[in-house]
């Protein structure tokens, strides 16, 4: 049993029962989770930006950083445990923080790239707690995969 903590661009899968996967503050960044319950495993990967073209380099050895290369990654551990593309996909952030005139607008890039590269996988999130202008922290339990969302100024909810 562990918490796995994940921070920017890290990705994990687990079927351990006890493991939870963390991930905190996220901002303009996207938790993107999987579920399986067919085997009961669950991953998680935190993206940092839509596109790793910017970075071929940091994509080669932090592939979690982007939304290409992390979705691919994060199937690929998922795949690992046993899981065959029946996924439950659920996401969490892409809010617009620290950035006032939406110049960037990189909560909203990330979320579509997101979604784009999951369709190309036949996946779509079942729920989502997207955009928004506030930092959540999310995680979920193998043995309960129910995402829980806090803000320290909202609580906690589940989607």
């Known amino acids: 049993m562990a918490q796995i903590v994940l921070g920017l661009g ?31 495993a669950v991953g998680m990967a ?52 620290a950035d006032p005139n939406q110049t960037f607008n990189v909560g909203k890039r990330n979320i579509l790239a997101v979604k784009k590269i999951l369709w190309s996988y036949r996946l779509g999130a079942l729920s989502e707690e997207v955009g928004g202008s506030t930092s959540r922290t999310v995680s979920v339990a193998v043995d309960d995969p129910r995402v829980i969302i806090s803000n320290p100024g909202q609580g906690n909810w589940e989607i």
């Open 46 to 97: 935190h993206i940092v930006l839509p596109n790793s073209s910017i970075d071929l380099d940091k994509s080669r050895t932090k592939p979690g950083y982007f939304a290409d290369s992390g979705i691919a990654a994060l199937i690929r551990e998922m795949q690992k445990l046993g899981s065959t593309h029946r996924l439950i996909v659920k996401l969490v952030g892409g809010a617009q923080v």
């Open 10 to 40: 890290d990705y994990a899968a687990s079927k351990t029962p006890g493991d939870i996967l963390k991930t905190y503050a996220l901002g303009s960044c996207v938790a993107v989770i999987l579920i399986d319950r067919t085997i009961g």
